[in-house]
């Protein structure tokens, strides 16, 4: 069974930047895309980038300009880049394949 392992997360300051990282333990991303979604407390857990199996990219519009999402198929990781980070960013940020969810990284944005 394919697991997926998110890093990266952290604290920093508003303006600065993150990348994250979601390595999965199999070759599934070029088959099904891979998903980056965020939820802050007390809200619902909302998109925030995706690319397709095929690579076209698609953004929340929150985070559209901001963030960058890539996947490495040889590697079998996916990657959120994550710039000009606000306050309103600070959430744990879950990635997302198929019907395989990861445990989540905390990205706190503060100063």
């Known amino acids: 069974q394919v697991h997926l392992v998110e890093s990266g997360g952290g604290l920093v300051q508003p303006g600065g930047s993150l990348r994250l990282s979601c390595a999965a333990s199999?070759?599934?991303?070029?088959?099904?895309?891979v998903g980056w979604y965020r939820q802050a407390p007390g809200k619902e857990r909302e998109f925030v980038a995706t690319?397709?199996?095929?690579?076209?990219?698609f953004y929340a519009d929150s985070v559209k300009g901001r963030f960058t999402i890539s996947r490495d198929n040889a590697k079998n990781t996916a990657y959120l880049q994550m710039n000009s980070l606000k306050p309103e960013d600070t959430a744990v940020y879950y990635c997302?394949?198929?019907?395989?969810w990861g445990q989540g990284t905390q990205v706190t944005v503060s100063s």
């Open positions: 997302n394949t198929h019907i395989l």
């Open positions: 690319i397709t199996g095929a690579g076209s990219t």
């Open positions: 199999g070759s599934i991303f070029s088959a099904y895309g």
